[in-house]
């Protein structure tokens, strides 16, 4: 589904809602025609068909609405880790000042090096659905630089748990941050959502208008409509893909106001 996510959102959004018009008049030839046609149509009762057609379209759109909001609450908490883990390499920029420079500055370095490499090297891999191995490499460059450092003074060991515990705290949000860029909505929920698309688009053939052109021009709002709605949690489904994603702001602003001593 990654591919997906190689188109321009307004590319994206435009195919979705193309796609759902087609199918909202292939519906109405396969459904309408037939059904006004055959001695059925006589029978049917608006009235009928719309208390039916309402059930299904409230159900339909309570799935809708709560796969937007759980997947806009996906994407606001990919967003704060991405801002919680440029806040941890400021604290860790910061907590290295306290070394003597002879050690200060390869680690400053260092972890310079490796907050560049996320916006220049992984962000645009993450977009692609990919994990950036290299960043790893960075990462261990830096952890063999601090565990290598032997403090000689109290207040220097005093600085360097806390150097520490803020290494440590970075690599789990790294961790989670990994985790997120494959995770989405599972794929039964999907077939679900694009199943109920159709059937109510089916479900929109079976009213009885006298105008076969009006019928297709009120099932295709129907149909913008829906294709819009599912644009937004394709969107929204995985935070780290595609042109609608986290932005590495957070980690650009530490670059500029924080390590600025190269």
Known sequence: MVWLYNFPSWLLALT???????????????????????STAALIDNGTVGWFFS??????GLLLGLLTVATWQN??????????????LSVLYRNLSGYAPVQRKPLHAQLRR??????QRSWPNQRLGIIDDEESTEFMRLQTLLLGYGPDTTAHELIHQQALQAFNNLAELRRLRAEAIGGGVPAVIWWVVLLGALLTLVFAGLFVVPSFWFHGLLNSLLAIMLGLLIF?????????????????????????KVMIDF
């Open 16 to 38: 979705l809602v193309l796609v759902f018009i087609a199918l909202s008049w292939l519906s109405l030839l396969l459904v309408r025609r037939p059904l006004q046609r055959s």
């Open 55 to 60: 059930g299904v379209s409230l159900l339909y």
């Open 75 to 88: 994407y606001t908490q990919a967003s704060g880790l991405a801002s919680r883990e440029a806040a941890q």
């Open 114 to 119: 490796y907050t560049q490499h996320i916006v």
């Open 232 to 256: 937004l949690i394709v969107s929204l489904d995985h935070p780290y893909w595609g042109e609608v994603s986290v932005s590495t702001n957070a980690y650009e602003l530490v670059l500029k």
